[in-house]
């Protein structure tokens, strides 16, 4: 995914300024698809640059007054044909993995305080996005869009499943090689 993608996806829910944009993305988009508020300014004067969004018109025109931005058509179209390519799978580039990969020369001394400072972390975020499923997706919520929107929420739980249960497996396997639960 690319930020140019994400931003014309959060503007076709809602048109918004940059400062709304960057709140939204800390809450929801940002979770699967991060970037910095700066980088989210400078996409928006791409875009616009592009013809794919504008500003939308001020009544009262000030200097400093945020600016709210709409997609237009040709953006819309960008969207559409973006989500109907094709995109091979990015190879996972994860530093924790290739520091155990390391360990395997080096040892694995503070290993397993890393590890378990990660299950931490991953703890966190599972319980982040079941409230998140629990306030946003009660039952009855099935329009097309809440199912889309839930489903990417779904695949960070699953994924937050997947590392839990890996980090124990690999705390486990540190703890054992060390023999003093490192």
Not at 96 to 108: C, E, F, K, M, Y
């Amino acid at each position: 995914m690319s930020l140019p993608h994400a931003i014309l996806t959060a503007l076709m829910e809602k048109p918004s300024s940059g400062l709304e944009l960057t709140r939204r993305f800390d809450k929801s988009i940002g979770y699967f698809w991060s970037s910095t508020h700066q980088q989210i300014y400078r996409e928006l004067g791409r875009l616009e640059e592009a013809g794919l969004i504008r500003a939308l018109p001020s009544e009262v025109p000030v200097r400093g007054q945020k600016k709210e931005y709409e997609v237009l058509p040709d953006g819309s179209a960008e969207l559409a044909r973006w989500v109907d390519e094709s995109q091979d799978p990015k190879p996972v580039r994860d530093a924790l993995l290739l520091r155990i990969r390391a360990a395997a020369v080096v040892g694995p001394q503070g290993l397993g305080s890393e590890l378990r400072r990660h299950l931490e972390l991953h703890r966190a975020q599972l319980a982040t996005y079941e409230a998140i499923e629990a306030k946003d997706f009660p039952a009855g919520r099935d329009a097309d869009a809440d199912r889309l929107r839930r489903l990417v929420l779904r695949g960070g739980i699953a994924l937050e499943g997947f590392w839990l249960s890996w980090l124990e497996e690999a705390l486990a396997e540190v703890e054992a090689l060390s023999g003093d639960g490192a």
